[in-house]
């Protein structure tokens, strides 16, 4: 069965790092683009990072460029977030999600459990 198990998620404090993985399994995790989301209390989920299953140029939000990276290793079915800088309003429920467009207008879309990152002195 598709399973998505995410880690790394914790206190740190502002200006802090975190890692957070994604191991996929159940599925050809080579095929699907991966994608981080988050949702802060009381706000909308919101993308925060995309990679391509070949693993390209990430997309981010405007809020993250240039202080978090995306990162796949196709060989280990895990997709990371290196979150550097990290500020109070990153805090949320980060959220990973394997998608991929199948045929006959079939879309196959799995997601995580989340994993709550709290940004705080």
């Known amino acids: 069965q598709v399973q998505l198990a995410e880690s790394g998620g914790g206190l740190v404090q502002p200006g802090g790092s975190l890692r957070l993985s994604c191991a996929g399994s159940g599925f050809t995790f080579s095929s699907y683009t991966m994608s981080w989301y988050r949702q802060a209390l009381g706000k909308e989920r919101e993308l925060v990072a995309r990679i391509t299953s070949l693993g390209g140029i990430p997309n981010y939000a405007d809020s993250v460029k240039g202080r978090f990276t995306a990162s796949r290793d196709n060989a280990k079915n895990t997709v990371y977030l290196q979150m550097n800088s990290l500020k109070p309003e990153d805090t949320a429920v980060y959220y990973c999600?394997?998608?991929?467009?199948?045929?006959?207008?079939?879309?196959?879309?799995?997601w995580g459990q989340g994993t709550q990152v709290t940004v705080s002195s």
């Open positions: 999600n394997a998608g991929r467009n199948g045929g006959l207008g079939r879309k196959y879309d799995y």
